[in-house]
């Protein structure tokens, strides 16, 4: 019965770079969400997939940032060109059915040097 | 839009207070309420929810009544333990006249609770 995955669990990169965080939700499970915990934002949402619908990308804070979910199970989160303040804890969430339960992955922490 | 207010803190109790951390909530639609915590060093965990009015979420102890009249949703618990400290993170659930937020969850801003022995 494993949860939610993500990897890297750690990641730093310099100014400029791309990154690409990986997400492994719960077997099953149809919805798949992506927050950010940063300090001075606190938890906020970025996309959201529920099986082969259009993803919801109303969260996501720039053009640099996209996503995609393969096969309608892992995810991978994509950060072009990171910025300083693209630093934070990225977290994977997964639901059975859309606005189920939410369980959350333990996150890839991001520091942009 | 929605949105979330917590009880600034951080706060600090001793072993066996009483613990309440204030929550309200703006929402367009009828919000499911929920309580996230996320233990030092862990991911976030859900801790409680209500789906509808007068509702009372609870475990560990730990409890939270769905109040519309005054869009609320604090948590209490009678009497804490040190294995209680962690950040506590007040959250709703939208799905507004045609499904259109999915589900996506709104957080508070969280709160540290830290319990002295």
């Known amino acids: 019965g494993a949860g939610v995955s993500q990897s890297p669990s750690n990641k730093v990169t310099e100014k400029g770079k791309d990154v690409e965080l990986r997400c492994d939700p719960i077997?099953?499970?149809?919805?798949l969400y992506w927050y950010r915990q940063s300090l001075g934002q606190g938890l906020e949402f970025l996309i959201y997939f529920q099986g082969n619908s259009a993803p919801d990308k109303s969260g996501l804070p720039s053009d640099r940032f996209s996503a995609e979910r393969t096969g309608g199970s892992v995810s991978t989160l994509t950060i072009q060109r990171t910025q300083q303040e693209d630093s934070a804890v990225y977290l994977c969430?997964?639901?059975?059915?859309?606005?189920?339960?939410?369980?959350f992955g333990p996150g890839t922490r991001l520091t942009v040097l | 839009g929605n949105s979330v207010t917590q009880m600034e803190g951080p706060v600090t109790l001793s072993e066996e207070a009483f613990l309440t951390i204030n929550c309200t909530y703006t929402?367009?639609?009828?919000?499911?309420l929920f309580w996230y915590v996320q233990y030092p060093g862990e991911g976030l965990q859900l801790l409680l929810k209500a789906t509808k009015a007068d509702d009372k979420g609870s475990n560990k102890g730990f409890e939270a009544t769905y109040r519309k009249e005054t869009t609320s949703f604090h948590l209490e618990k009678g009497s804490v333990q040190v294995s209680d400290s962690a950040v506590y993170f007040c959250?709703?659930?939208?799905?507004?006249?045609?499904?259109?937020?999915?589900?996506?969850?709104?957080f508070g801003q969280g709160t540290i609770l830290t319990v002295h022995p």
């Open positions: 929402a367009t639609g009828y919000p499911s």
């Open positions: 969430a997964s639901s059975l059915r859309v606005a189920d339960t939410q369980y």
């Open positions: 959250a709703l659930s939208d799905l507004n006249a045609g499904g259109t937020s999915y589900g996506k969850l709104t």
């Open positions: 077997s099953g499970h149809t919805a």
